[in-house]
Nanobody
Framework: QVQLVESGGGLVQAGGSLRLSCAASGRTFSRYAVGWFRQAPGKEREFVAGTSSSGDKTYVANSVKGRFTISRDNAKNTMYLQMNSLKPEDTAVYYC???????????????WGQGTQVTVSS
């Protein structure tokens, strides 16, 4: 079992930056591929970024490529999403996920955080 808790969301102006964190409980975090998803009002949840269990491979959605970076620190049981050059269309609730399957993208696993709100004002 893995429990995930996101933090770092908030209100930022367009062009600004935020770093989301996701802290995981349990000793098995380093075994799992992990990822970030987001859900805007009235829209389906969508993939944002993912990384392998060691962090040596990363996958990023085209909509955020070049602006968002996923990383992890297995010693701290924590994953991150660095978001730069934010746009109003990035406004959403962001969720971290663990236990998924990384391929050309990242397919979500069973473990989800509760979500953190990111709002980008124009």
């Amino acid at each position: 079992q893995v429990q995930l808790v996101e933090s770092g969301g908030g209100l930022v102006q367009a062009g600004g930056s935020l770093r989301l964190s996701c802290a995981a409980s349990g000793r098995t975090f380093s075994r799992y591929a992990v990822g970030w998803f987001r859900q805007a009002p009235g829209k389906e949840r969508e993939f944002v970024a993912g990384t392998s269990s060691s962090g040596d491979k990363t996958y990023v959605a085209n909509s955020v490529k070049g602006r968002f970076t996923i990383s992890r620190d297995n010693a701290k049981n924590t994953m991150y999403l660095q978001m730069n050059s934010l746009k109003p269309e990035d406004t959403a609730v962001y969720y971290c996920n663990a236990g998924g399957y990384p391929s050309d993208t990242y397919f979500p696993g069973s473990y989800w955080g509760q979500g953190t709100q990111v709002t980008v004002s124009s």
